[in-house]
């Protein structure tokens, strides 16, 4: 597998901490199959965001945005959506969580989605100061939603059009780096990336993020994966008779999931691949064994 950039000369990296901002049900059907026989029916998901500070600017980018408080708001089709996973738990959305930890919301400077989902999209405006940052599989998704679709799951009105940036897909800023096909410096100085992560919806993005200055990252892997039983292989992405697959094109998922996979359990590897719905690193924080929420840093390995 190709290697990862080493770090430059005085290396900026980024602290991570993970929001808890909203809770979603999760059916087994709807996502694994050939799953251990320990494995729960349906369980309480997360829906994680990701706050970074970056070491030498100081800056707070915010990956993802969770559940908005008012999801009466979304579309039909997408509250439709939500209610296969309600009802939804949702006392405090990532603003609030930003706040409670001692930061006023309005100074993050970008707002990266990884994806259109309601689960991930919240509510831009609750982060008044922040550029949007969203692919243009995102923009084209929400330019043909909901009202001029009434059966889409996005709304036209998702990204703010004063203060979002697309990801052009043709502008000469992406190449491939390490394992990654398509991959884009955010900042300019190594510190991120955004990585084209294909396969569960159109314009889905990861975030590389170094988490120190001598070789450590992680993966900020938005819905390449819904739970770590899939990145170890101890489950496969389910295909339901109903209701089909969570991913678009189920194999191009696969395949990116199969990256991450190997860039986490490799031989000492020091990248950590964080997913949106991790319930098992959200249960370890709830039985105080585990450290990296707000305003605590996430560990770099």
């Known amino acids: 597998m ?19 901002a909203g809770i979603l049900h999760f059916p087994r059907d709807l996502f694994l199959a050939g799953a251990p026989p320990h494995a729960p029916e349906k369980w309480d998901a997360p829906c994680l965001c990701f706050l970074l500070h970056h070491s030498a600017t100081g800056e707070y980018i915010l990956f993802d945005n969770g559940i908005r408080k008012d999801a ?5 089709a997408s509250q439709h959506r939500a209610d296969t996973f309600g009802p939804l738990g949702l006392d405090h959305d990532a603003a609030d969580r930003v706040a409670a930890g001692g930061l006023d ?6 707002l990266i989605l990884s994806h259109a989902h309601f689960d991930h999209i919240g509510d ?16 084209e998704l929400s330019r043909s939603g909901y009202p001029a679709d009434p059966h889409s799951l996005f709304a036209q009105d998702m990204l703010p059009p004063d203060r979002t940036h697309v ?3 043709a502008d000469g800023a992406w190449a491939a780096l390490g394992p990654f096909e398509r991959a884009r410096d955010l900042l300019g100085d190594g510190s991120a990336y955004v990585i084209d992560a294909p396969g569960h919806v159109r314009g889905h993005i990861n975030l590389l993020v170094r988490t120190s200055a001598d070789g ?19 489950a496969r992405t389910a295909v339901h008779p109903a209701h089909g697959c969570v991913h678009v094109d189920l194999e191009l998922a696969e395949a990116h999931a199969g990256i991450l996979r190997a860039l986490a359990l490799a031989q000492d590897s020091r990248v950590r691949v964080l997913l949106t719905h991790d319930a098992q690193m959200w249960e370890k924080a709830r039985a105080n064994d585990w450290e990296g929420f707000w305003p605590k840093t996430i560990p770099s390995l």
């Open 167 to 169: 990801l052009d897909p």
């Open 105 to 110: 919301p309005s100074r993050i400077t970008q």
């Open 124 to 139: 831009p405006a609750r982060f008044p100061r922040a550029r949007v940052v969203a692919s243009s599989g995102t923009r």
């Open 216 to 234: 450590a990252w992680a993966v900020l892997a938005g819905d390449a994966a819904h739970d770590w039983l899939l990145l170890s292989g101890a």
């Open 2 to 20: 190709s290697t990862l950039p080493p770090p430059r000369e005085n290396q900026p990296f980024f602290t991570v901490s993970a929001l808890e």
């Open 72 to 76: 009466h708001r979304l579309p039909p």
